[in-house]
């Protein structure tokens, strides 16, 4: 099948669009198949990215009691909040959080909150922060604060607020069995508005909710369709006390593949390989740079990950390097952030 993974490479490096077969092609290629798809995917990666790769930091802004009924997700105080709701972070807590990340070499830091939509304080609280992290450091900001209305967009983006992420999570026929309180569309909505308030929008989805590989396609087509920015790929890390929480997880080789399937259907695209990739993709991890160029480091939302010193040291062993904000592409430098490096403690969840 060799043949055929370069054929499609070629296709997206010419900007047509494979066709659904062939990204379903994909999923389904061989072990044998696994080094030459991966060849394949690198070559558009490398055509449009070369061997740069940007870090992300997360930072929770705000934690818990979010009125949504993500069943993945244990923030929910449908389910599983982690105890009690942790209040907004302020504006001096949100601006130290963005030092650390520009201190791990981090292109993008993230500000999110676990809510339905921002609150007028909590907007002026993101506001405040942006303005202050925008005038101080070079790095690109990211925003992830649920459901929008132009006028709150807007304001983000005037603030200093280059992108917004609001993640389709799955298809639109998958959606309603895993949320209930906010429909697909509203999140493609959003999606619209933050484009249209002048933001570059990350939006994508989580791998492993119990879709079919039809809702796979489904969403990877939907986000080629809205024409978004940036596309992070989750993998389930299914959460005690959530309604997912048995759920199994990805297997190392479909993970790949279908970050493989992403690229190829987005060639140009900012393509993270973001939560779940460490305890899914395990000693596979450094492969995963070969369709996506990001990754989040230091950690997720409620859970830890892999360290900035580990991400320095998997990017530079692999030949890659670290891509800026400002564009400058630097070497990794493990032991310039092993200070950094403490792991981020596990927030507590609260069972029944």
């Known amino acids: 099948m060799s043949n055929t993974w370069s054929e499609l490479a070629d296709t997206a490096l010419a900007g047509q669009l494979i066709t659904r077969d062939a990204a379903r092609a994909i999923l389904h290629a061989g072990q044998d198949d696994t080094l030459t798809l991966l060849d394949a995917a690198f070559r558009v990666r490398r055509a449009h990215w070369g061997r740069r790769v940007s870090l992300h930091v997360l930072e929770n802004a705000k934690l818990g009691a979010c009125p949504e009924d ?13 105890s009690g709701e942790a209040p907004l972070k302020t504006v001096d807590e949100l601006v130290d959080a963005a030092r650390r990340a520009h201190a791990t070499r981090a292109k993008r830091y993230c500000m999110v909150t676990a809510t339905r939509g921002p609150s007028q304080r909590d907007l002026d609280t993101i506001c405040a922060a942006a303005a202050r992290i925008k005038a101080e450091m070079d790095i690109e900001l990211c925003a992830s604060l649920g459901l929008l209305t132009e006028a709150k967009a807007a304001r ?6 280059d992108r917004f992420n609001h993640n389709l999570e799955t298809s639109e026929r998958h959606y309603g069995a895993i949320v209930s309180t906010h429909t697909w569309r509203d999140r493609v909505e959003t999606v619209q508005i933050a484009k249209r308030a ?3 929008t990350c939006c994508g989805g989580i791998v492993g909710l119990g879709e079919t590989d039809d809702d796979l396609l489904d969403l990877a087509f939907a986000l080629r369709e809205l024409d978004v920015d940036s596309v992070p790929v989750n993998f389930l890390d299914a959460r005690p006390g959530t309604p997912l929480a048995s759920y199994p997880r990805v297997e190392p080789g479909f993970a790949l593949r279908a970050l493989c399937m992403f690229r190829l259907v987005h060639p140009r695209t900012d393509l993270r390989v973001a ?3 460490e305890l899914t993709l395990r000693t596979l991890q450094v492969m ?6 990001s990754i989040f480091t230091q950690g997720y939302l409620t859970t830890g990950g892999a360290t900035p010193f580990d991400d320095h040291q998997m990017i530079r062993d692999a ?21 950094l490096s403490a792991r981020k403690p596990l927030l ?3 069972r029944d």
């Open 70 to 82: 993500c069943g993945f997700c244990s923030q929910s105080q449908k389910h599983a909040s982690p």
């Open 156 to 161: 983000l983006a005037s603030a200093g607020v």
């Open 288 to 293: 995963a740079l070969y369709p996506a160029n």
């Open 275 to 277: 939560g779940g990739r």
């Open 198 to 200: 002048g933001m570059t």
């Open 348 to 350: 507590p969840i609260a």
């Open 319 to 339: 030949g890659f390097e670290l891509e800026l904000a400002s564009g400058e592409a630097v070497p990794a430098d493990p032991q310039a952030v092993a200070q």
